[in-house]
């Protein structure tokens, strides 16, 4: 579902972020990336939601070219795959229903629709009873579930989460991870960039391992191991 093609990315400043990377990743896979800060974790993800454009190389992404992309194509590849981020980055002034909802308007769906679909995902999050509340009146693990409602609600094909533990102590992170699990086994792809090697070892997922902008590990159900 996707392939990188001896990408190459260079930011400016002439900073190699991505070195002739190719990888590919099945539909379904479950897929920590791992490595130390600067080694091009981000930049790899960037470029499959077209944050960024490779210098050399191709990106494919369910079968089309992310770079050769025409603009009016970009918002139907960023609605195939759901974000979620460290730091949550819900809207303060929006409830969590509305959170939620809002992800469904901007893609165009009616208000029947959102009112159907919000609140299974809640359900399924396990914050149904918090539909009305404001994201700074929830712990930091509930804040986390309520932007994984948001980034599943339009059934992407694909997760990207990025360091989505960071904030989290270490039960809740686990708990965190027992949705991603559950969301990956109805069949959505994930790729987690991480540190938590803890939860990459109990897992036993596929590990990407990049330092330095390159691929220097590629594991079925890999380990964490990178020391820093
Ligand atoms: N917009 C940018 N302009 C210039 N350099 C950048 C830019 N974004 C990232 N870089 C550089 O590219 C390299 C790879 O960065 P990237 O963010 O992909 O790493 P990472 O593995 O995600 O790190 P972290 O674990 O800290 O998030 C780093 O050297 C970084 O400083």
Redesign the pocket.
Known sequence: MINFYNVTKI???N?K?LSDVTLQIRKGEFVFLV?P????????TKLIYREELPNRGQVIFNGKNVARMRQREIPYLRRSIGMVFQDFRLLPQKTVFENIAFAMEVIGASGREIKKVVPKVLNMVGLAKKADVFPDHLSGGEQQRVSVARAIVNNPLLIIAD?PTGNLDPDTSRDLMKLFLDINRRGTTIIM?T?AWDIVDAMKKRVVE?AG?LIVRDEKEGTYRYEA
């Open positions: 930011y400016p400043g900073v972020a490595g800060s600067g080694a091009g974790k981000s930049t790899l360091e960039s540190h990049l902008g």
